[in-house]
């Protein structure tokens, strides 16, 4: 299922959705070093939000000046565990790592668009956190352009262990209804 997919299914479900919807969305990230994080959450409904904002704000740069302009953190549909608790990443060696991740797409500004930047893209917010959520703080986190590959969603970024260091990101949403 695409993401796009993914965000359709779960405005509007087909009958019966006696049960609202089931989410199950799977993130790994292979650095380097070698290292290998894999993160999982599913059967949230409540993963699914119509208005996700990134934690960060968007920067596209017009024209050759170097000139920045900062986007609007637009709400858009897309799927977060963030506030929900559950997600865990597990890395080789390491254990458990609590984190938070979001997936949206972003439509791009229509006026940026006109100025050939600013166009529709993907994006993934990693978060890692001091504790299982709702409870833990934001620690650290990485937020990536994301390249849809079919089903898949891929990106190359900084590891999430060691920012100095890079990895590469894959993502599968899968999304179906709960019926009784």
Do not use: C
Not at 30 to 42: E, I, Q, R, T
Not at 93 to 99: F, H, K, S, V, W
Not at 118 to 126: A, D, K, L, T
């Amino acid at each position: 299922m695409t993401l796009q997919e993914a965000i359709d299914f779960a405005i509007n479900p087909p009958p019966p959705n006696l049960f609202g919807i089931q989410v199950d969305i799977r993130i790994s990230m292979h650095d380097d070093d070698g290292n290998v994080l894999v993160g999982s959450a599913g059967g949230l409904s409540d993963m699914f939000r119509h208005d996700l904002p990134l934690l960060n704000l968007g920067i596209a740069t017009i024209g050759g000046g170097g000139t920045t302009l900062t986007t609007a953190n637009r709400l858009v549909p897309g799927f977060s565990t963030r506030g929900l608790g559950p997600a865990n990443g597990a890395a080789a060696n390491l254990g458990p790592i609590p984190i938070d991740f979001s997936v949206r797409r972003d439509p791009g500004s229509r006026w940026l668009i006109l100025l050939g930047r600013g166009g529709p893209s993907v994006q993934i917010e990693i978060e890692t956190l001091s504790a299982p959520a709702p409870a833990g703080t934001v620690t650290g986190g990485i937020k990536l352009e994301v390249a849809e590959d079919g089903a898949l969603l891929r990106a190359v970024g900084p590891s999430l262990q060691d920012p100095a260091i890079r990895a590469s990101y894959t993502a599968t949403i899968l999304v179906f209804t709960r019926p009784g």
